[in-house]
T-cell receptor, first 113, second 115 residues
Framework: AQSVTQPDIHITVSEGASLELRCNYS??????LFWYVQSPGQGLQLLLK??????LVQGIKGFEAEFKRSQSSFNLRKPSVHWSDAAEYFC???????????FGRGTSLIVHP | NAGVTQTPKFQVLKTGQSMTLQCAQD?????MSWYRQDPGMGLRLIHY???????DQGEVPNGYNVSRSTTEDFPLRLLSAAPSQTSVYFC??????????????FGPGTRLTVL
C-alpha cells in the first residue's frame, strides 16, 4: 500500500520569503501526486497534481512542485509567500489501483509580516 | 454547480444519540468518500463509494455506516455517538479514471461535538 510523509508539522516564514514544503511517498511504481490547501474553517482545495510527463508542475496561486523519483519526493515551492498563504497544506498519493488517495498529516504554514 | 455540499455545518450530540451527516454533489462524480480530521492526525478515510450501491470501508470505519442509493448522495450515519467521534467531517467526490485516483472535490465540512 502507498503512504505519504510530511516531515514538518509547522513551518514559519516571513512574508516575501521563499517556501518549500516537503512530501515523501512510498510506492513501488509511479504514483499520482497531489497537493491540497486548507484555509481556516474551509474544506480542501487542489493546488496541483502530477500524473505523468514534465516533473515540474505548476499550480494555482503561484505554487509549483517537482516530482523526484530518485528521492521519492514531491516538494511544494513558492518563490514569495503572501500573508494569505497561511493555511494547512496536505500532500496526497494515489496509484493506478486505488480509488481514493492517501493523505499526509499536513503541514501548517504560518506567515509573519 | 454547487459542487459538494454538506449539512449541517455544526452539530452537538449527546453520547448515545444517532444522527446522519448529509453529503451531496452535482458533478456526476462516481467516487465519493468521507474523512474525519483531527488535530495532528490529518485526514483519515472512514468509508468510500465507487458508485451507486457500492461502498467499502476505509481506515477508521467503526461506529459509522454509509449507503449510496444515488450517484448524488452519500450520507454518513453515526449509530450511537461517542465523545471519540468529536471531529470535523469532510465529504469528497471525484471523477473515475478507470480505477485510478483523481482530484478530490471537498465539501466545507461538518463540525461535530459529542458530549
Amino acid at each position: 500500500a502507498q503512504s505519504v510523509t510530511q516531515p514538518d508539522i509547522h513551518i514559519t516564514v516571513s512574508e516575501g520569503a521563499s517556501l518549500e514544503l516537503r512530501c515523501n511517498y512510498s510506492y513501488g511504481a509511479t504514483p499520482y501526486l497531489f497537493w491540497y490547501v486548507q484555509s481556516p474553517g474551509q474544506g480542501l482545495q487542489l493546488l496541483l497534481k502530477y500524473f505523468s510527463g514534465d516533473t515540474l508542475v505548476q499550480g494555482i496561486k503561484g505554487f509549483e512542485a517537482e516530482f523526484k523519483r530518485s528521492q521519492s519526493s514531491f516538494n511544494l515551492r513558492k518563490p514569495s509567500v503572501h500573508w494569505s498563504d497561511a493555511a494547512e497544506y496536505f500532500c496526497a498519493v494515489g496509484t493506478g489501483g486505488s480509488y481514493i488517495p492517501t493523505f499526509g498529516r499536513g503541514t501548517s504554514l504560518i506567515v509573519h509580516p | 454547480n454547487a459542487g459538494v455540499t454538506q449539512t449541517p455545518k455544526f452539530q452537538v450530540l449527546k453520547t448515545g444519540q444517532s444522527m446522519t451527516l448529509q453529503c451531496a454533489q452535482d458533478m456526476n462524480h462516481e467516487y465519493m468518500s468521507w474523512y474525519r480530521q483531527d488535530p495532528g492526525m490529518g485526514l483519515r478515510l472512514i468509508h468510500y463509494s465507487v458508485g451507486a450501491g457500492i461502498t467499502d470501508q476505509g481506515e477508521v470505519p467503526n461506529g459509522y455506516n454509509v449507503s449510496r442509493s444515488t450517484t448524488e448522495d452519500f450520507p454518513l450515519r453515526l449509530l450511537s455517538a461517542a465523545p471519540s467521534q468529536t471531529s470535523v467531517y469532510f465529504c469528497a467526490s471525484s471523477y473515475a479514471q478507470g480505477i485510478s485516483t483523481d482530484t478530490q472535490y471537498f465539501g466545507p465540512g461538518t463540525r461535530l461535538t459529542v458530549l
